[in-house]
């Protein structure tokens, strides 16, 4: 993600694969005090007209919101604008709008 942030492919595969390890508390942790949350947030903000990008991206953020040290790290204007970006020109896509009202939910 770090080496290669203008190639959408491999941000939507590198997303979908966080996504997919942040199922268990202690990969969660691993991927916030690793950047994991700036490189995500990076990726959506470079591909915002990436349908992948943004669903796998809100999906992995949603997993990693869920423990209460992460959530700070995500309560950022960034994240807030990405999310209107979504809502405002997604909203005929469901399955991105589900994962990014799940990420929403767990920031607010």
Same mark, same amino acid.
């Given at each position: 993600?770090?080496?290669?942030?203008?190639?959408?492919e491999l941000q939507a595969n590198a997303c979908g694969s966080l996504w997919n390890l942040a199922v268990n508390e202690e990969n969660k942790r691993i991927i916030a005090q690793n950047q994991g949350i700036k490189l995500i947030l990076n990726s959506m903000i470079n591909h915002k007209n990436n349908e992948k990008v943004?669903?796998?991206?809100?999906? $992995?953020?949603?997993?990693? $919101?869920? /423990? %209460? %040290?992460?959530? %700070?790290?995500?309560?950022?204007?960034q994240l807030k604008e990405i999310l209107?970006?979504?809502?405002?020109?997604?909203?005929?896509?469901p399955s991105? /709008?589900?994962q990014a009202t799940r990420l929403s939910t767990r920031i607010n």
């Open positions: 993600m770090k080496f290669h942030p203008k190639n959408g943004l669903k796998y991206a809100c999906g $992995a953020l949603a997993n990693i $919101a869920s /423990i %209460e %040290e992460n959530i %700070e790290q995500l309560k950022n204007q209107d970006f979504i809502f405002q020109n997604y909203s005929n896509e991105i /709008i589900k």
